[in-house]
């Protein structure tokens, strides 16, 4: 079996909180670049009022925007919004994953057999609550993504002033907007993610086509982040859209959606999606490599605390 080995004891509901957000930060750190080029080509061809925004900038492609941002940005432009990124996961990931486990077994009421409708009751339960709690965070960080370094006119210039401006300027409902398509395209991307992962582990697993280890969830996670990728982009794309707007410019996020379906067709549902589904391909197999390793970690590290002398 490759890297760490199963414990005969399972996970406890507080490493798979910590293990979660760990793992989820890990993979935030590789691949922040690739969600920096598809926010930009997500909000590129919106019309930004008020708001200096690299969205007048031609992007082209994924490679074509990570270049156009380093020649034109700096190479520290593709890592606008780190800290809130990381802030996000930290709070966001535990919850959504590292919750999701005990949520599904609340739903089956204990039971080891959980049906694909508890699976997704528990997906959409903790997609949602993940919102509630790490929404500002989301915010900031889409904002810090969406502006551009070059001509001086960035909105924010630090993380807390950031918080700080959205607070003053729209009010505490400033750090949650966007809420409603957030809660939806999380509620979506929990399912197609924890979901479609854990259908895929459980055939591997049951067929005996694979064991649990690590080319087992490198394969279950490449098929999650795919799937994920393919019913997610239009909800993420709005959502973008909508966070990053200036005050005013859309009603709601239903009114974002008709304008942009009204403006620019229904192709600009699907704006990003090539660096949408490299960075959560890419994304699931590290989070989901390094969340189950970092679970046996932890437990076989707790194992041998308590084991007897």
Not at 115 to 120: F, W
Not at 154 to 164: D, L, P
Request: hydrophobic share 40%; proline share 4%; aromatic share 10%.
């Amino acid at each position: 079996m490759v890297g760490f080995k199963a414990t005969d004891v399972p996970p406890t509901a507080t490493v798979k909180f910590l293990g979660a957000g760990t793992a989820a930060c890990i993979a935030d750190l590789i691949t922040f670049p690739l969600d920096t080029a598809k926010v930009r080509l997500q909000i590129q061809g919106e019309s930004q009022g008020l708001v200096r925004s690299a969205a007048s900038a031609q992007y082209r492609g994924v490679l074509g925007t990570i270049l156009t941002m380093v020649r034109t940005e700096g190479p520290r432009s593709l890592y606008n919004g780190l800290v809130a990124g990381l802030q996000r996961q930290m709070s966001f990931a535990s919850v959504r994953i590292g919750l999701y486990d005990s949520v599904k077994q609340f739903y089956t009421k204990g039971s080891e057999h959980a049906g694909i409708g508890s699976r997704l009751l528990a997906g959409s339960t903790t997609g949602a609550l993940a919102v509630a709690v790490a929404q500002p965070t989301d915010v900031v960080k889409v904002r810090f993504q969406a502006q551009a370094r070059a001509g001086g006119g960035r909105r924010y210039q630090s993380t807390v002033e950031a918080y700080k401006t959205i607070a003053r300027e729209e009010g505490i409902r400033g750090l949650w907007k966007g809420t409603s398509p957030n809660v939806a395209r999380n509620a979506i991307v929990n399912c197609a993610e924890l979901v479609t992962y854990d259908l895929i582990k459980d055939t591997l697993l049951k067929a005996n086509l694979m064991t649990d280890d690590l080319p087992c969830h490198f394969t279950s996670a490449f098929g999650a982040g795919f799937c994920t990728t393919v019913i997610a982009s239009p909800v993420d794309v709005v959502k973008t859209r909508y966070m990053n707007s200036a005050l005013g410019q859309y009603r709601s996020a239903g009114h974002c959606a008709l304008t942009m379906l009204r403006k620019e067709g229904p192709r600009a549902f699907y704006k990003g999606f090539m660096p949408s589904f490299l960075r959560l391909g890419s994304w699931n197999v590290v989070m989901f490599v390094t969340y189950e390793q970092l679970k046996r970690a932890l437990m076989a590290a707790y194992e041998s605390r308590e084991a007897p002398f």
